[in-house]
């Protein structure tokens, strides 16, 4: 069993940045796919980045170049810098971890307004 716990949600303004990190249970950490997926409202849920145990990192288009994933071994941790926010990005920001099967932590808000 992994648990995940978000935190570092909240509002911003529009060109303003905001960095989400994610706690993950388990001595295994190192050998989980760690990923970041949001959910704005009335939307599906979609895949925002993605780190792989071997440091292979992926991003959908939209986030390119403004969000950055990152993964500490030995904290257990995932993080996700967002820089460059836009109202677009407003969200509930979920971790995923995956091990054998699919983890999900319960997300944090992040809104982005003026």
């Known amino acids: 069993q992994v648990q995940l716990v978000e935190s570092g949600g909240g509002l911003v303004q529009p060109g303003g940045s905001l960095r989400l990190s994610c706690a993950a249970s388990?001595?295994?950490?190192?050998?989980?796919?760690m990923a970041w997926y949001r959910q704005a409202p009335g939307k599906q849920r979609e895949l925002v980045a993605r780190?792989?145990?071997?440091?292979?990192?992926n991003y959908v288009d939209s986030v390119k170049g403004r969000f950055t994933i990152s993964r500490d071994n030995a904290k257990n941790t995932v993080d996700l810098q967002m820089n460059s926010l836009s109202s677009e990005d407003t969200a509930v920001y979920l971790c995923?971890?995956?091990?054998?099967?699919?983890?999900w932590g319960k997300g944090t808000l992040v809104t982005v307004s003026s």
């Open positions: 388990g001595s295994s950490f190192s050998e989980y796919t």
């Open positions: 995923n971890a995956i091990y054998f099967i699919s983890y």
């Open positions: 780190i792989f145990s071997d440091g292979r990192i």
